[in-house]
């Protein structure tokens, strides 16, 4: 299975839009996004996550209530079968895009990852100062909150009765992960390379998961129908699957340097301190 695995608001959805749009019609497109049937090929195309509790209730004989995290971890790769042989059996679409927000890392000696169920990773990765305006609106929580639950090693993120949850741990230590991996091929891009040259940069991403007939024309035909505008237009009138109950809406900026305005200095420079050398690594400091 091909995997968009990242680090929250920083392009999971804008990647695997591209991707659904570079396969489906305009109209089958926006038919995928504002209607949430079971019916056929249209909902895989945005819809699969790694942390559906169905799938993890299908293996286990307790109720997912009863247990804790890492048992949740322990159940994973049994429910990433599952979901496997559920998305060869509801989809011919490829390719078909599985949105994580896990790092690339262990549970009690546990591997979050395992090749058997994971071919190849996108991995879009934000400056963490954007990143935080973001996700503070997408979960409520004020800027210095947001800030420090980004700096908590043990973080992690989940919705009840919907999701179980992912291991975020901090988003340095979330970034480094995934840089580091070696047994799975991982493709690393910038959010803001990806605002900065759309059209080659997911060319990039869509010859990396070895799509086929592979054109440039199509390619920027998928990026013009995943404008942001547009889907912002889409969610004003028909909502947007992955919007929280928290958040007055999924699409919310887009921006690269959004927070130059909006985030207080003193939360920016905490950032800063916070996770100066992967920024520096990364070219944000």
Avoid at 110 to 135: G, H, K, M, Y
Wanted: hydrophobic letters at 35%.
């Amino acid at each position: 299975m091909q995997f968009v695995a990242s680090y929250p608001k920083s392009g999971n959805t804008w990647v695997r839009l591209v991707a659904a749009a570079y396969t489906l019609t305009d109209d089958a497109l926006m038919e995928s996004l504002t209607s949430y049937s079971a019916a056929a090929d249209l909902p895989a195309t945005l819809q699969y996550t790694d942390v559906e509790r169905y799938q993890y209730q299908t293996i286990s004989p307790f109720p997912l209530s009863k247990i804790n995290f890492p048992v949740e971890v322990r159940l994973r790769p049994a429910a990433l079968l599952v979901l496997k042989r559920e998305q060869n059996l509801t989809t011919t679409q490829r390719p078909i895009l599985i949105k994580s927000h896990h790092i690339h890392g262990q549970v009690d000696g546990i591997d979050l990852w395992n090749t058997t169920w994971a071919d190849q990773v996108v991995n879009p990765v934000r400056d963490p100062r954007e990143i935080c305006c973001s996700f503070a609106a997408h979960r409520d929580m004020n800027y210095e909150e947001t800030a420090e639950l980004m700096a908590d090693s043990k973080a992690r993120m989940g919705e009840e009765d919907e999701r179980v949850q992912s291991l975020l741990s901090t988003w340095s230590t979330h970034v480094r992960s995934w840089l580091s991996a070696e047994e799975i091929p991982v493709h690393t891009v910038k959010y803001e390379d990806l605002q900065a040259s759309p059209v080659p940069e997911f060319y990039d991403i869509l010859d990396f998961l070895e799509v086929p007939d592979l054109t440039e024309e199509r390619v920027e035909d998928a990026v013009e129908r995943t404008r942001f505008d547009r889907m912002q237009a889409m969610e004003a009138e028909h909502g947007f699957h992955e919007r929280t109950a928290d958040q007055a809406q999924f699409f919310r900026s887009g921006k690269t340097d959004g927070w130059k305005d909006e985030l207080p200095t003193d939360v920016a420079r905490k950032i800063e301190e916070d996770h100066g050398e992967t920024m520096e690594r990364l070219g944000y400091l």
